[in-house]
């Protein structure tokens, strides 16, 4: 019997070829569709899901807030946190900090420096790798426990060594910033990092487990938590602890200003979820770039209406198909079989085009991964298969295509009685029309929707990155200041001297037109951020943290960005104490009424001793963005630089022969600094990588927008064919009678014209209300256009008016007399 059923819808099947084709070629791509972008949910899902302790760390966040408001969020915390909260409170079994700490990297190799500027690189303390599980290939769990020893990842160690063995080998850690010095011992090599991890790195560098201070928030902080703790419960008791250290400290105070014994609600901590790090943490300094939650689920949403649009089209061209299937259940039935014998057969036919779709399918989606993956921007493998819920879930799914494919055609041809269906008086009923018609209603709803959606996501990307940023980075080559650790005041002399000579022999390359320096470039959090106080106002209000970033004097001419009140510091009059600049968000932060308000003003600061410094505000420049558009400005002090603080230079080149350029930078570089790694790249790309997840994701949704649109019109080019079959004569006798063939073309695209027009009425409402929750997340977006709407309706009614017209003509010049020659 099985057999029977099996050959019965083979026969079908490749009886009706271009209708198997239009069938299988449609399942294919929503199986397809949907298959790549669970994959991509599966991998975004799966961060530090392969941590074995992974439902038991938790990132303890930082928040300070300002008269109620909250100006910061953090993913960092005092480093006596830590220590703090596992010896006091109860449920911490382990503690771990971890600090970023870019620079340069050296070692000999024979009578050879290799060095490189790393940018993966943190300090760590020895119970790092028992909190988390990076498996080590060379050295045990304890492979930091002491000071200056380092773990380094197998990319890395073949980097610096080849394929001489690591371990053993010595680094020279350099950093100028922080004055970090340090000669490390390679104790252990571990695999490389997985791609779904968020903590991404090359180098683990041992520091001593130091009790921590109270005075910066600048330690990324884990919690390893007992099982029988609740993380809520344990959350509750973080008030209370932060009160009891911060209350008084008078080391923090000094620093800050802006905590007293009746202040503490400045200040809170919270715990997050390691799992909850990647895709739910937008956080001011994240450890990495993160995804995004809400993106994610989007293109869920993405995937399954591109499968049940994929289906759709099979239950349409199903039921349309039900009229000249009539007689051959007509002939069934009167040879005995029974109606579940045909119900049987059409599910077999649906299972058996099924299973062909879902073989294909597979093998597509193995030779597309490779492309898709690049296309995400995330390197990803087909590991669907290993999930143990994937296998049943899709069975399950499979499953339900199959009977509601195959369930309602069977449905209605097997309740026929034979006689009807052989004397020619069967007819697909009302009920069956409009069910086609509100398919093809709902295929068209989300394929408009989809279309008005990727329009939206790609005008906002595309406005970020082109949008008038209150400065120019255009032709901007930024080269990495040497991470040279200066030790001594020779060393520190010796390098004021080289910073000066590089500029000046720099401006002597006639490629370059000129070149600044600072302590931070556009496109990174600036991480320098100091307590600054207006001495005239009242005492309990006037401290607030700002970044701080220290610039070379032409820098603002350079970027050409406008003064709007005072002066510049080229042309600023020296008076007491220092001399800052402020940008508008930074004047309103303070309390000034206006920029003009603003100049000459005193600005004070503290250290940690509690020692005053006096700052004059010279001048209030026009906001600029320091980081995505994606948030607001960045009140921002800024101070000219002292050469020790230089982190980068910023050099306008002329772009004509950028190789050329580029060597001719790189050889004066290392005439002056010859124990330094040249490093460079191109400001503007490195600023837009900050829309790197939105613009993946816009590549995403416009190619699945775009499959949608193309299963949605092979179910139409389907539905017209049969259409047409059913009333060729009709056409005949119309054209007989002098129908033209506009007219023509006209009765047979009326209905589904009118289709189109209520799909609009619904998907333009939609489409609007999902953009609009969209596009609550930047603090600059697009306006809505009404071209957003227009465009995709006329794309959506030309597209569908050719697929329908391609036919609708064709059957329209056909002779007549073919057509009625039967009767």
């Not at 703790?229 to 509750?236: G, L, P, S, T, V």
């Not at 209603?441 to 990727?454: C, D, K, R, S």
């Not at 200041?481 to 590089?502: E, G, L, Y």
């Not at 050329?660 to 490093?679: E, H, L, P, S, V």
Request: charged share 15%.
């Amino acid at each position: 019997m099985f057999n029977n059923y099996l050959k019965m819808a083979w026969r079908v099947l490749s009886r009706q070829k271009l209708f198997s084709l239009i069938n299988i070629l449609g399942l294919v791509i929503g199986m397809v569709a949907c298959m790549l972008i669970i994959q991509y949910i599966s991998f975004e899902l799966s961060y530090d899901k392969f941590q074995a302790n992974a439902d038991r760390i938790y990132r303890v966040k930082h928040q300070n807030y300002s008269q109620g408001n909250l100006i910061e969020n953090l993913p960092k915390t005092y480093s006596a946190v830590g220590p703090a909260l596992k010896a006091e409170l109860p449920g911490v079994e382990e503690q771990t900090r971890i600090s970023k700490l870019e620079g340069q990297v050296s070692t000999q190799a024979g009578t050879n420096v290799v060095a490189f500027n790393e940018r993966r690189l943190y300090l760590v303390e020895p119970s790092f790798l028992k909190v988390f599980s990076f498996p080590l290939v060379q050295g045990t769990v304890n492979a930091l426990s002491n000071p200056n020893t380092v773990v380094i990842t197998e990319s890395t160690a073949k980097k610096y060594f080849g394929n001489a063995d690591a371990i053993g080998k010595t680094i020279r850690i350099q950093q100028q910033i922080s004055g970090t010095n340090i000669t490390a011992t390679i104790t252990g090599v571990c695999k490389d990092v997985p791609a779904n991890s968020h903590l991404q790195f090359d180098f683990l560098v041992s520091q001593d487990p130091h009790a921590g201070d109270w005075l910066y928030a600048d330690s990324y902080t884990y919690l390893l938590l007992s099982p029988k703790i609740n993380y809520k419960r344990f959350e509750a008791m973080l008030p209370a602890f932060i009160k009891d250290h911060v209350a008084g400290n008078d080391k923090l105070n000094n620093a800050s200003f802006t905590l007293g014994k009746t202040n503490i609600s400045n200040i809170a901590l919270s715990l997050q979820p390691l799992r909850d790090i990647h895709l739910y943490s937008n956080l001011t300094d994240e450890i990495s770039a993160g995804g995004n939650g809400n993106m994610v689920w989007y293109l869920g949403i993405i995937a399954a209406l591109i499968l049940v649009i994929a289906y759709i089209n099979y239950i349409n061209l199903s039921t349309a198909k039900v009229i000249e299937r009539a007689r051959e259940v007509g002939i069934r039935k009167v040879l005995g079989s029974q109606r579940v014998q045909l119900i049987i057969q059409f599910l077999f036919e649906s299972a058996l085009l099924n299973v062909i779709s879902l073989i294909v399918a597979v093998f597509a989606v193995i030779l597309l991964m490779p492309w898709f993956s690049a296309l995400c921007g995330v390197q990803i493998q087909f590991t669907l298969w290993k999930n143990p819920a994937f296998l049943p879930g899709f069975a399950g799914c499979l499953l339900a295509g199959i009977v509601l494919s195959a369930f309602y055609p069977a449905l209605v041809l097997s309740d026929y009685k034979p006689v009807q269906i052989l004397k020619g008086k069967f007819q697909t009923s009302a009920q069956s029309i409009s069910l086609r018609k509100s398919l093809v209603v709902f295929q068209f709803v989300a394929t408009i929707a989809f279309m008005i959606g990727t329009l939206v996501v790609y005008r906002q990307v595309n406005y970020m990155k082109s949008a008038n940023k209150g400065m120019d980075m255009t032709q901007t080559l930024v080269v990495r200041a040497p991470q040279i650790v200066r030790d001594n005041d020779a060393d520190a002399m010796s390098f004021m001297h080289k910073d000066s000579v590089f500029q000046t022999e720099i401006m002597r390359n006639p490629r370059v037109q000129n070149v600044t320096s600072s302590s931070a470039i556009p496109g990174e959090v600036i991480n320098y951020i100091m307590a600054y106080s207006r001495p005239e106002v009242a005492a309990g209000e006037k401290g607030i943290r700002l970044p701080t970033l220290e610039i070379g004097g032409g820098f603002l001419n350079q970027f050409k960005v406008k003064v709007i009140a005072g002066s510049n510091f080229d042309s600023a009059v020296q008076t007491n104490g220092s001399l800052m600049m402020l940008n508008e968000a930074a004047v309103l932060s303070l309390g000034y009424k206006n920029p003009q308000d603003a100049v000459g003003k005193i600005i004070q600061t503290k250290n940690g001793r509690g020692r005053v410094f006096d700052n004059t505000i010279v001048g209030v420049i026009k906001n600029f963005h320091q980081t995505s558009l994606k948030e607001g400005f960045t009140p921002t002090v800024f101070r000219l630089i002292d050469p020790s603080s230089v982190t980068h230079y910023e050099l306008k080149v002329n772009t004509a022969d950028m190789p050329a350029t580029i060597a001719q930078i790189n050889k004066t570089y290392k005439a002056i600094f010859t124990d330094a790694a040249f490093d460079y790249f191109f400001l503007d790309e490195f600023f837009d990588q900050q829309y790197k997840t939105e613009q993946h994701f816009g590549q995403v949704f416009s190619l699945f927008s775009g499959l949608a649109i193309l299963v949605a019109c092979l179910g139409l080019f389907g539905l017209t064919l049969i259409t047409i079959g059913q009333r060729v004569k009709e056409i005949g006798i119309r054209k007989l009678l002098g129908a033209s063939i506009p007219n023509i073309l006209l009765l047979i695209s009326k209905d589904f014209v009118k289709l189109l027009a209520i799909a609009n009425a619904i998907a333009i409402p939609l489409a609007y209300w999902g953009c609009y929750k969209w596009l609550q997340n930047y603090k600059f977006r697009i306006d809505f256009s009404i071209w957003f709407f227009i465009v995709p309706m006329v794309s959506v009614f030309v597209i569908a008016l050719a697929t329908i017209s391609l036919q609708a003509v064709k059957a329209a010049i056909a002779n007549p007399v073919k057509s009625l020659r039967a009767e």
